[in-house]
């Protein structure tokens, strides 16, 4: 059955050409979660959609029809929004990639879209972007259903000691090692970090420089797992760029 969506809030993640004069248009809707969109003629010269048709810039949209596809019929620049640069950009291309490997087609997530534009305003303000970074994908995890537990010791029940070394049992949560084993204790697949660590990161605080590299460590391997063996182009790109 067709339906027609009027005053949807919503950012472009991914655009891709259809035939000669149109796009499809991946975007991240507030209340209709991720939506592929048909702009018929977006590509002309003289389309009004050309140029509004910007990633990272907040949008009020319009579409209508019943398929997996549905039509673009109205597309309003809401403005506010400075335009990302450098490697805020990049950034930017890793929270898209995140939503277009991770979301499901039509599956709402009002709060996960709010963490996506608190996060892009915070990028294009020049805040830093690890916490940012992090929270954002601590929302998208608990989003899908994988939240992460962070103050308690998953084995014994107990509260996570700041002072004391754990692994984290992907799926499931920190698991304290045993006293004088290290990182090696942990293995490749249960990344091993301090608790002050996780309890930095059950706080939304990324101030001291350990938690940092060792929260985005633990990210990168429980995204990792949870894409499946998906990879992701935009952290590639950033690893060449930091190469270079």
Sequence with gaps: MSKRVDGQAAYVLHLHPYSETSLVVDVFSRDHGRV???????RR???AMRGMLMSFQPLELGWFGGGE??????????????????????????????????????????NLFDAYAAA????????????????????????????LTLETDVETGQPVVADRQYAFLIERGPVATKVGAG???SGAENPALSG?????????????????????????QLI???????????RRVFIELQEL
């Design 120 to 147: 892009l305003q915070a990028l294009a303000a020049g805040s830093d972007d690890a916490p940012e970074l992090r929270r954002f994908e601590k929302t998208l995890l608990r989003e899908l259903g994988y939240g």
């Design 224 to 234: 990792s797992h949870h894409l499946g063996g998906k990879s992701l182009q935009s």
């Design 45 to 47: 010269p003289r389309s």
């Design 183 to 185: 990182d090696t204790a």
């Design 69 to 110: 596809v549905k039509t673009l019929a109205k597309a309003e620049w809401l403005g506010g929004m400075p335009l990302l640069g450098g490697r805020c950009l990049l950034l930017g291309y890793y929270l898209n990639e995140l939503l277009l490997k991770m979301l499901p087609r039509e599956d709402a997530h009002a």
């Design 196 to 220: 002050k660590t996780l309890l930095d990161m059950a706080a939304d605080d990324y101030s001291d420089p350990r938690t940092r590299l060792e929260s985005r460590r633990l990210m990168r």
């Design 36 to 42: 592929p969109l048909l702009a018929r003629g977006a």
